[in-house]
């Protein structure tokens, strides 16, 4: 009696307990919905950054996964994941109790925990939000109970492309497409049985099987032909075909990308610019974007390669050297060289030096712009007194030209010359075509008060330099500077950079400036620049005691300004080459850079020049020793040249990231007299005699460049020379 009492009390209890646990298991199911967010890191895809061919990878940025439809696995690899981790995945409802059991009891008992999870199960956990990787009973009881809605909402073919898509199959690589390139070097779709199997003898022990040597080798070989036996038993395979496989060839690991130099600038620049267009950090890691850049990689090269011809070993690395390269049509950064591969900043858009005289042609714009023609008579006398200013300014040794128009003043560079012309046209009109044409206000408005601000005392960077020249090169207009061409999303969407395009001055005005222009390098202190095959136009700049040394030139489909400067700000000179100006190795480097990037382009012309008056002399008289067809002129075709894409694509409108001006060190600006008139190489007595009388300067060989260097230019300018 005592016995049956205690059964029925036993019965009761456990129905009461029964009914509670079925209850309790009815409310948590009820409160346990399928998260509506997943993982951050799961679905995470790592953006790639392109050269402008959109086919060579410049970088790769955050997570490494590239996610796959479920059409685009082989069969057999899906397979050899369905044996290697769950064979009944297709019948089971999502969970296997069984399984579970054995993880919870070794939970509880601080064993070590033996897999046990589905596929749908591992899923959950790395798929939806708010599901740890901590080892708990409430954390897999929750799991459990998602795994089974999802299983009941969700069809199997569904889950198993989320789990190939988040899966970490070590090297790196998250995902079944990623894997397949780290392991085998192919996409996903090419997978052999053999290599589909090793793949899903990884995603065990992702860390020791991503590169096995001994014991892991041998192990990574029974794990694989273990998965090939499954194979057959769940029918994928035959015997027959199973007998057949062959332990796969793994590809060597790869190392982590990493990027120095060059390839480091150019990221920081195209992230820089993808933050001005609104994209966050989030979007660029890891929203699988595929940023085009403006970069040619072949120019790159081409860039190092003239720097490094030309400059003579031994080099002090206190001597910098910048290069960039814009092209005209849309503004796109083709190329550029910031410095050697360990330096920590780079010389071509972060460092800012005095422009010297290649601002001058900023203030030739303004005043063709207001109303002065080329025939314009300016005072080329030294010392010129300004009202205003601290002290008399003086030509490069205390040299008087006379009055001179500003044909001569600018083939000759005379800074009394442009100091006068500066108070024509008023400094304000100055500062406004420089800014126009792209050099930040911030950079001018400290200087553009000062009588010497024609002679450049404002500081620029190569890219800010390359670029206002191209405006003139574009007919007076200037395209918004920018590195990336196209953003294509992981949608597919694809939207072109469409640069801002603003009108610096009018095309007569660029058209006569760049004729100025021209006669640097036909004549004056530019001559080291000359391409013998096309016409070219361009500015020699040395800033006071060869503190910084430019030229900044172009032809009609591209503008490159090179300068060398030293970064404690001393003279430029180099031990038996002396001190530098800028028609000596910067137009040498712009020369042997700019051979190269115009091989093979079309020869197009300058557009023609006002007439400026009958008894004017025609600086394109006798003594033209560039060729056939040089002043044959288009009028100006301003079309864009480059290749460029244009398209239907949407649009980025957000204006791109400028370099910072606090990132890297500036040349002080010195308050009265920045520059002295450049020294080109064709500054001989006979031209000295040619400039006095208001006569161009004509070179008396065909080879206007008598300064020493490593070798002909011609030669530096071929791959690989040195």
């Not at 940025?61 to 290697?84: F, M, S, T």
């Not at 096995?212 to 070989?221: H, I, K, S, T």
């Not at 720097?307 to 290069?323: F, M, N, Y």
């Not at 004729?515 to 620049?529: C, D, I, P, R, S």
Request: aromatic content about 8%; cysteine-free; overall charge neutral.
């Amino acid at each position: 009696m005592r016995k049956r009492r205690i059964l029925r009390y036993v019965g009761i209890a456990f129905g009461v307990g029964l009914v509670a646990m079925i209850g309790l298991f009815g409310v948590a199911w009820a409160m346990t919905p399928i998260p509506d967010s997943t993982q951050k890191e799961a679905t995470a895809q790592g953006s790639v950054i392109y050269y402008r061919d959109g086919k060579s990878v410049l970088a790769k940025q955050g997570v490494n996964r590239r996610n796959v439809k479920l059409e685009q696995v082989p069969e057999h690899v899906r397979d050899a994941v369905i044996a290697a981790e769950n064979r009944s995945f297709y019948t089971d409802s999502g969970v296997s109790f069984k399984g579970t059991a054995r993880a919870v009891w070794s939970t509880v008992t601080g064993k070590q925990l033996q897999g046990g999870s589905t596929i749908t199960q591992q899923m959950v956990r790395n798929y939806y939000s708010g599901l740890s990787q901590e080892r708990s009973i409430t954390r897999k009881f929750k799991e459990i109970l998602i795994s089974i809605k999802v299983d009941q909402s969700k069809s199997k073919d569904w889950v198993l492309e989320q789990y190939l898509n988040t899966i970490y199959f070590g090297r790196g690589a998250n995902g079944v497409q990623a894997a397949a390139q780290a392991y085998f070097g192919k996409d996903v779709a090419k997978l052999s049985v053999s290599e589909g199997a090793y793949l899903a003898a990884v995603i065990q022990q992702p860390s020791r099987f991503a590169d096995p040597q001994g014991a892991d080798l041998d192990a990574a070989r029974t794990r694989w032909k273990a998965i090939v036996d499954a194979m057959t038993q769940t029918k994928a395979i035959t015997p027959e075909q199973a007998a057949a496989q062959v332990f796969p060839k793994l590809a060597a690991p790869k190392a982590a990308f990493s990027l120095k130099g060059q390839a480091q600038v150019m990221v920081d620049r195209v992230r820089e610019e993808l933050h001005a267009r609104g994209y966050t950090d989030e979007d660029i890691n890891g929203g699988g974007l595929k940023i085009v850049t403006t970069f040619d990689k072949n120019l790159m090269a081409a860039a190092e390669r003239a720097v490094k011809a030309v400059v003579p070993s031994g080099t002090s690395e206190k001597i910098r050297t910048g290069l960039a390269a814009v092209d005209p049509a849309t503004g796109e950064v083709v190329a550029f060289y910031g410095g050697p591969k360990d330096q920590s900043w780079d010389n071509a858009f972060s460092a800012k030096v005095q422009a010297g005289s290649t601002f001058k042609p900023y203030t030739l714009a303004a005043a063709l712009e207001n109303g002065l023609s080329l025939s314009t008579t300016v005072d080329g006398n030294s010392p010129i007194t300004v009202p205003g200013a601290s002290q008399p300014i003086p030509n490069d040794s205390g040299r008087s030209y006379g009055h001179i128009n500003l044909v001569s003043a600018t083939q000759n560079s005379v800074n009394t010359a442009f100091v006068d012309l500066g108070q024509k046209v008023g400094l304000d009109k100055v500062a406004k075509v420089a800014e126009a044409a792209g050099i930040p206000a911030g950079q001018l408005e400290p200087h553009k008060a000062a009588a010497s601000f024609p002679l450049g005392v404002a500081s620029v960077s190569a890219v800010q330099n390359a670029s206002g020249f191209a405006s003139l090169a574009n007919g007076g207009v200037h395209m918004e500077t920018h590195v990336i061409k196209s953003v294509t999303d992981s949608y597919g969407k694809r939207s072109v950079v469409k640069p801002k395009s603003t009108t610096v001055v009018g095309k007569q005005a660029a058209a006569d400036a760049i004729y100025a222009m021209e006669q640097v390098v036909k004549y004056g202190t530019g001559t080291g620049a000359r391409l013998y095959d096309r016409p070219v136009a361009g500015k020699t700049g040395t800033t006071d005691s060869s503190g910084a040394v430019w030229f900044n030139g172009f032809t009609p489909q591209l503008a490159t300004a090179v300068n060398m400067f030293r970064d404690d700000n001393k003279t430029v000179e180099i031990p038996g080459y002396g001190v530098q100006f800028g028609g000596q190795f910067p137009a040498r480097i712009w020369k042997a850079f700019m051979t190269e990037a115009m091989a093979g382009k079309p020869v197009e012309q300058f557009p023609e020049p006002s007439q400026y008056g009958a008894d004017s002399w025609d600086y394109r008289g006798e003594g033209d020793d560039v060729g056939d067809g040089y002043d044959q002129r288009d009028n100006g075709d301003w079309n864009e040249r480059w290749d460029g894409d244009g398209g239907d694509d949407q649009q980025l409108t957000s204006p791109p990231a400028s370099p910072p001006d606090s990132s890297t060190p500036e040349t002080p600006d010195t308050p009265v007299i920045p520059e002295e008139t450049d020294r080109g190489d064709a500054n001989n007595d006979d031209q000295q005699s040619d400039q006095q009388s208001n006569r161009p300067a004509r070179p008396d060989s065909p080879d206007p460049n008598p300064t020493t260097g490593p070798g002909e230019l011609e030669d530096a300018s071929t791959p690989g020379d040195r």
